[in-house]
């Protein structure tokens, strides 16, 4: 199968700070990418997506950049708030022969430190 | 309120005993799947369903089957647990249009004893 992994298992950061996860995938025929926040005891929550003929895309307060070269994926984090402590996933979506298969990387967990 | 449903939220059973865990979704959403979160390995797809009566495997479908006979609706079965499928099932859905995020239910933890 395709493997997603991220740089880092942890992070801490001060609050106010800039936050930022990195995801690396490998199959590059992945042509859309998702990041989700997931806080303890709930499912996945979408934060922001990309496809792959962007190389950034901006919501509030959150960045995603695609680095398609190196097959490289991160989320920026603006003025961390304590809020934003979660663990983090990056997913790539892969057209399989029936439909959409999903991988997730396996996690990076973000801690704000008041 | 939009939203994906799973029952139960947590079962503890035993080997061998058949189980369904259940998910609906009011969205209206053709995409549907199930993944299994363990710790450090994230979450993997089991199966996933285009539409009703289109389903396929995912990255690590055995010991698990799945129906989709409504559109709202895609149970997960599994015949004949085994301790190894101890774990945090999650469902999701989405539209089937083109790149579209996944909407999770709140996961459901199962223990295989």
């Known amino acids: 199968g395709e493997s997603v992994g991220?740089?880092?298992p942890t992070l801490s950061v001060q609050e106010g700070d800039n936050s930022i996860i990195n995801c690396a995938y490998s199959n590059s025929a992945s042509d859309y990418f998702i990041w989700y926040k997931q806080e303890s005891g709930k499912g996945p929550q979408f934060i922001i997506d990309i496809r792959s003929n962007m190389d950034k895309r901006q919501g509030q307060r959150v960045t995603v950049l695609?680095?398609?070269?190196?097959?490289?994926?991160?989320?920026?984090?603006?003025?961390?708030?304590?809020?934003?402590?979660?663990?983090?996933?990056?997913?790539e979506k892969i057209i399989a022969r029936t439909g959409n298969q999903f991988y997730f990387g396996t996690g990076t967990s973000l801690t704000v430190i008041p | 309120e939009a939203q994906v449903t799973q029952n139960p939220r947590y079962l503890i059973t035993v080997t061998g005993k058949k189980l369904t865990v259940t998910c609906?979704?009011?969205?209206?959403?053709?995409?549907?799947?199930w993944y299994r979160q363990d710790p450090g390995l994230g979450l993997r797809q089991i199966y996933y369903s285009m539409n009703v009566e289109v389903?396929?495997?995912?990255?690590v479908p055995e010991g698990y089957k799945v129906s989709r006979k409504e559109k709202r609706n895609f149970p997960l079965i599994l015949e004949s647990p085994s301790p190894n499928q101890t774990s945090?099932?999650?469902c999701?859905?989405?539209?089937?249009?083109?790149?579209?995020?996944?909407?999770?239910?709140?996961g459901t933890r199962l223990s295989i004893l």
């Open chain 2, 55 to 59: 389903t396929d495997k995912g990255d």
């Open chain 2, 88 to 90: 945090l099932y999650f």
């Open chain 1, 66 to 91: 695609l680095n398609k070269t190196v097959k490289h994926l991160s989320l920026q984090i603006a003025a961390t708030q304590p809020g934003d402590s979660a663990v983090y996933f990056c997913a």
């Open chain 2, 24 to 33: 609906s979704q009011n969205m209206n959403h053709e995409y549907m799947s």
């Open chain 1, 6 to 8: 991220l740089h880092l």
């Open chain 2, 92 to 106: 999701a859905s989405s539209l089937r249009v083109k790149n579209q995020p996944q909407h999770f239910g709140d």
